[in-house]
Nanobody, 125 residues
Framework: VQLQASGGGLVQAGGSLRLSCVAS????????LAWFRQAPGKEREFVAA????????YYTDSVKGRFTISRDNAKNTVYLQMNSLKPEDTAVYYC???????????????????WGQGTQVTVSS
């Protein structure tokens, strides 16, 4: 599976962005899909994920109520709608996919086999 992330940019605090991640491959619907982010000098952090079944979504506490992960299996695309952005959301955002990850490991970056190249999100105060 190859992943291509896009949609990052510079936005003022309180603004919105929508990230997209297009995946190659014929079994997109069977993959767990996730967004992670990495700020300068910090470790990669879990943001949001879909379970492999696609029926459940998970978010890190700091983005709950502001970010929404969604997927369009027909387009092999996963989205991250980010609203009410804050300067602390500034990071490079990565999409990830895996077809064998279990629910308890969805937030664990090392469990994902496939990664996109990252897209920069910068939120100014």
């Amino acid at each position: 599976v190859q992943l291509q992330a896009s949609g990052g940019g510079l936005v003022q605090a309180g603004g919105s962005l929508r990230l997209s991640c297009v995946a190659s491959g014929r079994t997109f619907s069977r993959y767990a899909l996730a967004w992670f982010r990495q700020a300068p000098g910090k470790e990669r952090e879990f943001v949001a994920a879909f379970s492999r079944s696609g029926g459940s979504t998970y978010y890190t506490d700091s983005v709950k109520g502001r970010f929404t992960i969604s997927r369009d299996n027909a387009k092999n695309t996963v989205y991250l709608q980010m609203n009410s952005l804050k300067p602390e959301d500034t990071a490079v955002y990565y999409c990830a996919a895996d077809n064998s990850i279990i629910l308890s490991q969805l937030s664990n970056a090392v469990q994902y086999d496939y990664w996109g190249q990252g897209t920069q999100v910068t939120v100014s105060s």
